[in-house]
């Protein structure tokens, strides 16, 4: 698959609508524009994560192969199931590739006692952003229902857990908890 990007304005936008991916024209309001602007602003917030100073090298590459991905993601859910031509789609491999990066991480951090709030270091509250944000892109996929490949769903909802772990990593076992009903007298 080749990208050739010579023009980065083309002026179609103008009015109100964008082509999918199949090339038909839609409302830039459009749910399917709403999902995939979500996953691109995911893709930006694991980007600035990604430019922090304390990132290890493992989660930095892991995060690289994500935003990667994120693409794939948008690509998924620019284009309406139909047509003639194979298109680009989300596969049960990446999902299951996140989970087993989940599960690496999990061994070594000790079981939560109470839910975490987010913050701790720089990078855990970006990491914490970014999840946010995915739990949103994900939503929007949600209100595609049928029109949506549901593995993208699958894709966002553990990339999300992905992120909560990596968040955790960050801050090294020092992440802030809840304590339910603290500020009471």
């Given amino acids: 698959m080749t990208v050739?990007?010579?023009?980065?304005y083309t002026r179609l936008g103008d009015g109100g609508e964008t082509h999918l991916g199949d090339?038909?024209?839609?409302?830039?309001?459009?749910p399917r524009i709403e999902a995939?602007?979500?996953?691109?602003?995911?893709?930006?917030?694991?980007?600035?994560?990604?430019?922090?100073?304390?990132?290890p090298e493992r989660a930095g590459d892991w995060l690289a192969r994500v935003q990667n991905e994120l693409f794939d993601v948008g690509a998924d859910l620019s284009v309406p199931e139909g047509g003639d031509r194979e298109r680009l789609r989300v596969e049960p491999e990446q999902t299951e590739?996140?989970?087993g990066a989940c599960d690496e991480?999990?061994?070594?951090?000790?079981p939560l006692k109470s839910f975490v709030l987010p913050g701790g270091t720089p990078l855990a509250a970006q990491?914490?952003?970014?999840?946010?944000?995915?739990?949103?892109a994900e939503r929007r996929v949600l209100a595609l229902g049928d029109e949506a490949n549901p593995e993208v769903l699958r894709?966002?909802?553990?990339?999300?857990?992905?992120l909560f772990v990596l968040a955790r990593e960050a801050n090294a076992g020092?992440?802030?908890?809840?304590?339910?009903?603290?500020?009471?007298g």
Avoid: Q
Wanted: hydrophobic letters at 45%; aromatic letters at 6%.
């Fill in 36 to 55: 995939f602007g979500e996953v691109d602003e995911l893709n930006a917030t694991i980007g600035l994560a990604r430019a922090l100073p304390d990132l």
């Fill in 174 to 184: 020092a992440e802030p908890l809840w304590e339910p009903g603290a500020s009471r």
């Fill in 105 to 110: 991480l999990l061994k070594d951090l000790e």
């Fill in 23 to 30: 090339m038909s024209r839609v409302s830039k309001i459009d």
């Fill in 97 to 99: 590739w996140l989970e």
């Fill in 4 to 8: 050739n990007l010579t023009k980065i």
């Fill in 155 to 162: 894709y966002l909802n553990r990339l999300s857990d992905l």
């Fill in 127 to 136: 990491l914490h952003v970014a999840r946010t944000v995915c739990r949103r």
